[in-house]
């Protein structure tokens, strides 16, 4: 079996005494794009964070290449955290105001203390290749539109010589013509540098044309995954058929009942006991309560954390196209 570029085994992240992710298990494969999904505060950002060095985990282990992170030499760690670059939802913010673009794309060489007039030539070409003229290198974040800015994101990070790209809400807030342009720009440096992603996003659109497979976030667990097509259309887990149920598309035909959930999304700070879905399920019984369903692997890579999986009709509504 292929060594996974990137895994996540039973990761708790917590903020004092919040426990944002509890118990998270994810793999993303050699060139394969995962999409992440759910409700916003479910614990996707905290993953991202985690998997990209900016946050400690709790307990668990992150594995880069076959290689457990935390047992590596502190050289060796830095080198395999440096394989997985991460690009901010919010890219603007994440871009120093006092640097020129140049200036932002020169420094993540001069951190690794390879920067020669070769390789800065090497850096503009690549910027140049993604969209980015060499009449923007002299200005200042400021004066990028949003597009823009997370193609100078995008090069910062592919200037690191990274394997595994973590894209937290990649599309948020450009249109969607902008939006097509972006996705297709990613998945053809996907193929053509071997890259993996995890993809973070609300959007079930973006994930629904971008992403091999999917995984399903609950406050802080994960209660499905499986490949994209069958995963929208068979959806295993209640929690994952409402969210489906809630995707916008143009299309009557298209259109699937809304389920609309009762109840308020509980507090990571005090889950519920027994399925964490369980208050709000249209479906729960007694059980669900008190036994916690485990992550059970079933047929063609699906897998659910539910004691009463669904087997009814398919969902109607699915991704939608999204120009470019």
């Known amino acids: ?10 990761a708790v992240i917590r903020y004092d005494r919040l426990t944002a992710v509890d118990g998270v298990s994810l793999e993303v494969r050699r060139g394969e794009t995962l999409g992440l ?3 916003s ?24 290449d076959g290689e457990v992170l935390r047992t590596l030499p502190s050289k060796r760690r830095l080198d395999a955290q440096r394989k997985i ?24 060489l001069k951190i690794r203390r390879v920067h020669t007039p070769e390789s800065r030539a090497q850096i503009v070409a690549l910027a140049e290749s993604i969209g980015l003229g060499a009449q923007l290198l002299s200005r200042y974040p400021h004066q990028l539109s949003g597009g823009q800015a997370r193609r100078v994101a995008l090069v910062r990070a592919l200037a690191a010589e990274p394997s595994i790209i973590v894209a937290d809400e990649p599309t948020a807030g ?3 013509s902008i939006q097509g342009e972006l996705l297709n720009l990613l998945r053809s440096l996907r193929d053509r540098l071997g890259l993996s992603y995890l993809l973070i996003s609300h959007n079930l659109n973006v994930i629904g044309r971008v992403t091999d497979r999917v ?30 149920s809630a995707n916008l598309t143009l299309d009557p035909s298209r259109q699937s009942q809304r389920i609309v959930l009762s109840g308020e999304l509980p507090s990571p700070s005090n889950p519920p006991s027994g399925c964490r879905f369980h208050k709000r399920c249209p479906l729960a019984q007694p059980r669900c309560a008190s036994d916690i369903p485990a992550l059970r692997a079933g ?6 954390a539910c004691h009463f999986p669904l087997t009814a009709e398919p ?10």
């Open 174 to 176: 450009l249109d969607i």
């Open 41 to 64: 505060g479910c614990g996707k950002s905290s993953v991202a964070r985690t998997i990209a060095g900016l946050q400690s985990l709790a307990s668990g282990t992150l594995t880069v």
């Open 37 to 39: 999904v759910g409700e």
């Open 85 to 108: 670059q991460l690009l901010f939802q919010d890219p603007t913010a994440s871009l120093s105001p006092r640097m020129t673009v140049g200036s932002l794309l020169a420094e993540p």
């Open 315 to 324: 969902v109607v509504s699915g991704p939608q196209a999204i120009a470019g």
């Open 299 to 304: 047929e063609a890579g699906r897998s659910v």
């Open 1 to 10: 079996m292929t060594t996974p570029a990137l895994a996540l085994d039973n």
């Open 215 to 244: 995984a399903v976030m609950y406050l802080g667990q994960i209660v499905e995954s499986g490949p994209t097509a069958a995963l929208f259309r068979y959806p295993a887990h209640p929690y994952t058929r409402a969210l489906l």
